[in-house]
Nanobody, 116 residues
Framework: QVQLVESGGGLVQPGGSLRLSCAAS????????VGWYRQAPGKQRELVAR???????NYADSVKGRFTISRDNAKNTVYLQMNSLKPADTAVYYC??????????WGKGTLVTVSS
């Protein structure tokens, strides 16, 4: 059973930065895709950023130029560096992975609140 554990959320002022981490229980290289989604209050869950095994990196238009996804394969950890944060970025951020069998795995989420 794959486990994904997020950390790094918290309260930050507009314009500030946070780095989220997602530690996986297995090798992240074994997944077809790994990345981050978010869900704001009253809204649907949406893709933020992800890597695919084919080498493609996707970002939501709303975060391009501000957020950067990265990974440390040796630590089985995926990161999301978030800069120039806006109140609209307030959400629960979820780490996700898709296995080679197309099974979806989700972490429990970490709350990011952007407010002055």
């Amino acid at each position: 059973q794959v486990q994904l554990v997020e950390s790094g959320g918290g309260l930050v002022q507009p314009g500030g930065s946070l780095r989220l981490s997602c530690a996986a229980s297995g090798s992240i290289l074994s997944f077809n895709a790994v990345g981050w989604y978010r869900q704001a209050p009253g809204k649907q869950r949406e893709l933020v950023a992800r890597f695919t095994k084919s080498g493609i990196t996707n970002y939501a238009d709303s975060v391009k130029g501000r957020f950067t996804i990265s990974r440390d394969n040796a630590k089985n950890t995926v990161y999301l560096q978030m800069n120039s944060l806006k109140p609209a970025d307030t959400a629960v951020y979820y780490c996700t992975a898709v296995s080679v069998l197309s099974l979806d795995y989700w972490g429990k989420g970490t709350l990011v609140t952007v407010s002055s």
